[in-house]
């Protein structure tokens, strides 16, 4: 499954609005639909629960579509109000996905990122919120703080971790990129600092969060796990594992296999799109 999530999401480019929608609603469908199947009660007809997680994932599809097109908004105008509209909608569409391909109702659970941190409100019979730590996306604000530095400014003005650098060179790379993200911290230097370079960043950053809805997968194994010992149990408590960080970089990879241009890799055609269509000449990364 995870293949086929991946080779989908490199053979289908977004060039144009309704390429884009399309491309985000289906691609949501099929990773609710399979998520809920895969998380199905055993009472629960797999059929069944294959069709009612579609709908609900091309509904969030259609909010991480609507979220990531006002980063082109934001690119434009440098508003932070457009890229918090953006990260805001991109989490109830994210919400709805991780939803829809838990097999759970669509409305139940909510989660809300912001740099390694998890927050994530249940809505039961009474409401309840959980905090817990992301240790891969600790681990991109812990390198990012290596090679530059927090900017507290620009980081509450546009939800993301902004680092400031001097040099964000890179072994392999023989140009220096101007933006770099790692899970979702993300670092510019001097030639950076433009909200289109700002804007190609944060798609980065939503392409590393949108890959979380596949650790839904695992939820039956996690559980268990989790309840093995005193010491699972207090690791699930106060630790999210972002796994899908480590998917997102093999499909980062995957991408990049044959392209001889950088920029045909489709994560930096999606980040280009979205962010206005950076040109080759705006070397970044
Ligand atoms: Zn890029």
Not at 181 to 192: D, K, P, Q, R, Y
Request: aromatic letters at 14%; glycine letters at 10%; charged letters at 15%.
């Amino acid at each position: 499954m995870f293949a086929f999530v991946s080779s989908s999401s490199i053979t289908w480019s977004q060039k144009n609005d309704v390429q884009a929608a399309t491309f985000n609603v289906a691609s949501c469908a099929i990773v609710g639909g399979v998520g809920a199947w895969v998380n199905k009660s055993p009472s629960q007809k797999g059929g069944r629960a294959f069709l009612s997680g579609m709908l609900k994932g091309a509904a969030g599809g259609l909010c991480v579509y609507g979220g990531k097109r006002m980063i082109y908004s934001f690119s434009q105008t440098n508003h932070g109000g457009w890229a918090w509209a953006s990260k805001v909608t991109h989490a109830v569409g994210l919400s709805l996905v991780e939803n829809a391909a838990s097999n759970r109702p669509l409305l139940s659970v909510w989660h809300f990122h912001f740099g390694f941190n998890r927050l994530e409100l249940t809505i039961g019979n009474s409401a309840q919120l959980r905090y817990r730590m992301m240790p891969f996306a600790l681990g991109g604000f812990i390198y990012a703080s290596t090679r530059g530095r927090l900017n507290f400014a620009e980081t509450l003005r546009v939800g993301q971790p902004v680092f400031f650098s001097d040099n964000l060179r890179i072994p392999r790379v023989d140009f220096e990129p101007v933006g770099l993200t790692v899970a979702n911290s993300i670092m510019l230097n001097e030639n950076g600092r433009d909200s289109k370079v700002l804007g190609h960043e944060l798609i980065h950053a939503y392409q590393y969060e949108e890959r979380g809805y596949l650790n839904t997968y695992l939820n039956q194994a996690r559980e268990r796990w989790l309840n093995k010992s005193k010491l699972t149990k207090t690791y699930g408590q106060w630790v999210y594992t972002d796994a899908n960080f480590v998917l997102d970089n093999l499909f980062y990879y995957l991408g990049s296999i044959g392209n001889t241009c950088y920029f045909d890799n489709p994560y930096e055609q999606e980040a280009n799109f979205y962010s206005g269509r950076l040109s080759y000449r705006d070397i970044e990364y």
